[in-house]
């Protein structure tokens, strides 16, 4: 019985994480959590107008019964209250009113106010982010500020890789980032973020901003810390001194401070200089020796429907094809994808984890989207002029806001079960299913190139070398994050075992490493 209640509990544990929405990759997600907050807005307006109504009740009672009624003549009667309470019409009303109308005050204010609104906001609340899914938010954030060399009253304002964005980011905003700046040991940065949350916040509001998280004590604090982190102690003490609040103990925080210095539990994302300056829209290129042409040769369809070929790399061997995905398709692929999606966790060679979108095995893929996977796997034999066995494995990314591949190579160059069944990732077909203008390049970090997202375009690369089938470290890439907008991509891998009798799976050459 234990055991069934143990499993029961399990379930329900993996049918809400299952269940949930991805905020941080699904456009329709998003705009649910929008109309929600409208919904929590409305009902919020509605909670503080019965407290308001409330509050009315008692001004009224107060001015109309208790002060004119009451208290007026009470005072009137100042220096002779033995003479006005012997009057029986004036000390009566005075029993009977302490005796029954505090009474009736005290359940009054005992009353509850806006039960509904509140049993709305408590139902709602396991439908709203949660603290990791906020945490990665904010990291997103930092990830396209350090990507894209922007200073943080750039970022704050709205503004991207020369990119101006209808929208600003509020005094809570900013005092997040620099707490997460704070955390992984960028202290400057850290205190550029707070001076701008110190901006932004009104005075007026200062009571709000408490009810919300923020203090102007935490401010102050985190503040003061970044500085003695500094070596700034003097410039801290000066500003502890100036609140009211934290003045008459500020010696003993920078004590505290110095005693304990901040000491950062993880490490942020690693962002190579090279993928930052691929990534960056200063980034161009130096003309190349390579051209364009039409490919009619690893097909023999493409002897009547030659296509466009442009070389980027000849060592590894990279190739883009233009014009490749028909609009039906695209379609059809983002419409049977989407409502599967679910957010994925992928490991660099370090082993650090790095949140990057969302993705569809084929193996989940609804059987109505067979045909059009089918087409796709012939459109990639004629590329490659290489076997790929009907159902090869694909995945569907969804790339959100702020979502990136971290610097990776394709092949495994060891034995798992993948390579046991199929050898290993001999070579890469990657389609991209939209326009992604704002981020979202697949970058060559080792031969300085920047492959633009661009939709209906097909980028294709050796991962081993074709003679060999040596790995090839220079292929290791990755995608820039998406700062606006998403990027739609669909992987594929072709592997060694299924070119055995087209060519030959190994000759002398480097050993693997």
């Known amino acids: 019985m234990l055991f069934d209640k143990v499993l029961l509990v399990l379930w ?21 959590l929008m109309q929600l907050d409208g919904e929590l807005i409305d009902s919020l307006m509605s909670y503080a107008d019965k407290i308001d109504q409330k509050v009315s009740k008692l001004k009224r009672l107060f001015y109309n019964r208790l002060a004119q009624e009451l208290r007026q003549p009470l005072e009137a009667a100042k220096g002779r209250e033995e003479e006005y309470l012997g009057n029986p019409l004036h000390s009566f009303p005075l029993i009977r009113h302490m005796y029954q109308d505090w009474q009736y005050l005290a359940e009054f204010m005992k009353k509850p106010v806006g039960e509904e609104e509140i049993g709305f906001l408590r139902k ?29 009253w750039e970022m704050a304002n709205g503004l991207i890789d020369n990119v101006r964005l209808n ?74 001194v100036k609140q009211p609040d934290l003045a008459e103990h500020s010696t003993s925080w920078l004590d505290q401070f110095e005693a ?64 490749i995905l028909p609009e039906g398709d ?48 012939q459109r990639m034999r004629d590329i490659t002029g290489l076997q790929i066995h009907q159902r090869n494995r694909i995945n569907i990314i969804k790339y959100g806001f702020g979502a990136h591949y971290a610097a990776r190579h394709d092949f495994f160059n060891e034995t798992n079960s993948e390579t046991e069944g199929y050898g290993d990732r001999m070579a890469t077909v990657m389609f991209y299913l939209n326009d992604a203008p704002n981020g979202g390049a697949t970058v060559f970090p080792r031969i300085n190139v920047k492959v633009p997202a661009e939709r209906g375009k097909v980028l294709f690369w050796y991962n081993l070398d074709g003679e060999t089938h040596d790995v090839d470290p220079k292929t290791v890439h990755a995608a820039c994050p998406v700062f606006h907008g998403s990027k739609w991509v669909m992987a594929a891998w072709i592997h060694e075992y299924d070119q055995m009798f087209i060519q030959p799976i190994y000759r002398e050459g480097k050993m693997k490493h």
Not at 19 to 32: G, I, Q, T
Not at 124 to 144: N, S
Not at 292 to 311: D, G, H, V, W
């Open 12 to 32: 329900l544990m993996f049918w809400k994480v299952e269940s949930r929405k991805e905020f941080l990759v699904a456009e329709s997600a998003n705009m649910d």
């Open 330 to 377: 695209i379609h059809q692929l983002i419409a049977l994808a989407e409502p599967r999606l679910r957010a994925t966790l992928a490991f660099t060679e370090d082993k650090s984890d790095s949140v990057f979108g969302a993705f569809l095995p084929f193996k989940d893929m609804n059987s109505s989207g067979e045909p059009v996977l089918d087409r796709l796997t």
């Open 167 to 240: 929208s600003t980011l509020s005094a809570l905003d900013c005092f997040e980032v620099a707490k997460l700046y704070f955390k992984w040991g960028y202290f400057k940065q850290a205190l550029q973020w707070i001076s701008i949350s110190k901006t932004r916040l009104q005075e007026e509001y200062s009571g709000v901003y408490e009810v919300l998280g923020m203090s102007g004590q935490d401010v102050a604090l985190l503040q003061a810390r970044c500085l003695v982190e500094l070596d700034l102690r003097d410039v801290a003490l000066e500003l502890l």
């Open 124 to 152: 709602k609340l396991p439908e709203l982010p949660w603290q990791a899914e906020t945490e990665e938010a904010t990291v997103y954030i930092f990830r396209i500020a350090e990507t894209h060399g922007m200073m943080p």
């Open 260 to 323: 304990y210095p901040h000491m950062t539990v993880d490490s942020p994302p690693t962002l190579g200089e090279d993928f930052k300056r691929l990534c960056r829209s200063s980034f161009s290129p130096k003309p190349s020796k390579l051209h364009c042409r039409y490919n009619s040769t690893t097909s023999p369809f493409l002897i009547l429907a030659p296509l466009k070929m442009e070389q980027i790399s000849l060592e590894p061997y990279i190739v883009v094809y233009h014009d």
